[in-house]
């Protein structure tokens, strides 16, 4: 791989730009790219008067509810008042949506049982669980599948 960078003085923002071979999984790239400071990437939390700092890599799932949104992690629940939609678009493309109240982080699912009750998943090293509405099972257990 080669990496090129030049200084523009009249660019007021970084411009990358990726030539790729013609068989390259353009999505898998642009997800890895996406995920390259996902380890780094923190949010802001709140839990008893106090604000904390989550690494996004530790949340397990986020669930909305009377105008704030749950922050689950293996050991604690954080709230945030940042509306679901927000924190969707700015969560690496591990974190999916599984209802309409819900999002989750793929890298941490345990595993994923559909049953007549419902779709339920369960994480790891965590007794936390969550379902899967139904519009939302396929989608998940494609992605899942996928990754392997």
Same mark, same amino acid.
């Given at each position: 791989?080669?990496?090129? /960078? #030049?200084? =523009?003085?009249?660019?007021?923002?970084?411009?990358?730009?990726? %030539?790729?071979?013609?068989? !390259?999984? /353009?999505?898998?790239? #642009?997800?890895?790219?996406? =995920?390259?400071? +996902?380890?780094?990437?923190?949010?802001?939390?709140?839990?008893?008067?106090?604000?904390?700092? /989550?690494?996004? !890599?530790?949340?397990? @799932?986020?669930?909305?509810?009377?105008?704030?949104?749950?922050?689950? !992690?293996?050991? =604690?629940?954080?709230?945030?008042?940042?509306?679901?939609?927000?924190?969707?678009?700015?969560?690496?493309?591990? @974190?999916?949506?599984?209802?309409?109240?819900?999002?989750?982080? %793929?890298?941490?699912? @345990?595993?994923?049982?559909?049953?007549?009750?419902?779709?339920?998943?369960? @994480?790891?090293? *965590?007794?936390?669980?969550?379902?899967? *509405? %139904?519009?939302?099972?396929? +989608?998940?257990?494609?992605?899942?599948?996928e990754k392997g």
């Amino acid at each position: 791989m080669k990496i090129h /960078v #030049v200084v =523009d003085d009249s660019v007021s923002e970084p411009d990358v730009t990726i %030539r790729a071979a013609a068989d !390259t999984d /353009v999505n898998e790239l #642009v997800a890895a790219l996406e =995920d390259v400071g +996902a380890a780094q990437r923190r949010l802001t939390v709140r839990q008893r008067g106090q604000n904390f700092q /989550v690494a996004v !890599t530790d949340i397990l @799932f986020l669930e909305a509810a009377d105008h704030q949104v749950m922050v689950h !992690t293996a050991l =604690d629940v954080f709230t945030t008042r940042q509306p679901l939609y927000e924190l969707a678009a700015n969560l690496p493309t591990t @974190f999916q949506r599984i209802s309409k109240s819900a999002i989750l982080n %793929r890298e941490q699912i @345990f595993s994923l049982t559909k049953s007549v009750t419902g779709n339920l998943v369960q @994480f790891q090293n *965590s007794h936390k669980q969550i379902y899967v *509405s %139904r519009r939302y099972y396929k +989608a998940l257990r494609e992605a899942l599948e996928e990754k392997g």
